[in-house]
């Protein structure tokens, strides 16, 4: 489980509602209303919860989505926080802790580059985790490969569905100008805010 996004228009957004404070298994979680079109629920690097909901849904709505997931919120908020207390040093790693951490990014991996060509309507040649030192991915448009870090195995999901979102659409769009920003806003939202997170990690 992680944030569940869907592409909304990119014009006629309003401005975010100001955060309202629930509790859930005794913590905190700030709700946003935006102009999206699902339930978006994020634990950001310092184990705050927010969670950002349609304009149009009820705050029952909100608290029951929250309360079916207590159990994942406080075992991810542990272990993001865990892991922000130390960073992970891939050298560090034995080789067995990096062939399990490897094959974890590929599951995930493997779901949300097919999902997301299709929600994109682009088509990469292949993808690979490569260890990088300065990046989280790369894309050749002249080829159509992809190459997602491996330090990714060690940040959340919505990190790892950022960077997917952000190479494959390189595939529409080679630079970082406002014709790629409009792609990402229309696909992902939210991309900022999971920029932001991928950067005081």
């Known amino acids: 489980m992680g944030a569940m996004s869907g592409a909304v228009p990119a014009r006629g957004r309003r401005a975010p509602s100001s955060p309202v404070a629930?509790?859930?298994a005794g913590i905190k979680v700030e709700v946003v209303r935006k102009d999206v079109r699902n339930l978006n629920l994020r634990i950001r690097p310092d184990g705050e919860v927010?969670?950002?909901?349609?304009?149009?849904?009820?705050m029952k709505a909100v608290t029951d989505f929250l309360e079916?997931?207590?159990?994942?919120?406080?075992?991810?908020?542990?272990?993001?926080?865990?892991?922000?207390?130390?960073?992970?040093?891939?050298?560090?790693l034995t080789p067995a802790q990096q062939r399990e951490a490897r094959a974890a990014l590929t599951v995930k991996l493997s779901v949300l580059v097919p999902l997301?060509?299709?929600?994109?309507?682009?088509?990469?040649?292949?993808?690979?985790?490569r260890k990088m030192?300065?990046?989280?991915?790369s894309c050749s448009v002249e080829s159509g490969r992809i190459r997602f870090a491996f330090q990714l195995a060690f940040e959340s999901d919505e990190c790892i569905e950022y960077i997917v979102?952000?190479?494959?659409?390189?595939?529409?769009?080679?630079?970082?100008?406002?014709?790629?920003?409009?792609?990402?806003?229309?696909?992902?939202?939210?991309w900022r805010e999971r920029r932001r997170e991928l950067r005081q990690g």
């Open 22 to 24: 629930v509790e859930v």
């Open 50 to 58: 927010t969670v950002s909901a349609p304009r149009r849904a009820s």
């Open 68 to 92: 079916e997931r207590a159990g994942w919120i406080e075992a991810h908020r542990a272990q993001v926080l865990a892991r922000n207390s130390k960073r992970t040093d891939v050298d560090e």
């Open 133 to 137: 030192s300065s990046r989280w991915g």
């Open 165 to 190: 979102v952000h190479e494959l659409c390189h595939l529409l769009e080679r630079g970082h100008g406002d014709r790629f920003k409009a792609l990402m806003d229309r696909f992902l939202p939210d």
């Open 116 to 129: 997301w060509e299709e929600r994109i309507g682009v088509r990469c040649s292949e993808w690979r985790i």
